[in-house]
């Protein structure tokens, strides 16, 4: 899946957060939602706009953006 069919950045849409195409559905609404267990059932029910091909590629997005991050260590790791 390329996330980049289903998501965007545009400085004028909720502050320039990346959001499913379209919509003012935020990438950090969807991930945060299903870290609190909420099913992607329901998602897709209180967001109408909302297919789970956006929520595969909320997820693919963000493993795209953690593996450009770089560590910083702290506690007994840091050098």
Known sequence: MDWRNYIEQC???????PVIKGTRLTVELI?????YGTP???LLAAYPQ???EHI???QA?????LAL???IW???FAQ
């Open 56 to 58: 595969q590629a909320a």
């Open 11 to 17: 400085p004028d849409v909720m502050m320039g957060k």
């Open 31 to 35: 991930l945060e939602r299903l870290g």
């Open 69 to 71: 991050d770089e560590t």
């Open 74 to 76: 702290s506690g007994e």
């Open 40 to 42: 992607a059932e329901d």
């Open 50 to 52: 909302l297919r789970p």
């Open 61 to 65: 997005f963000a493993a795209d953006y």
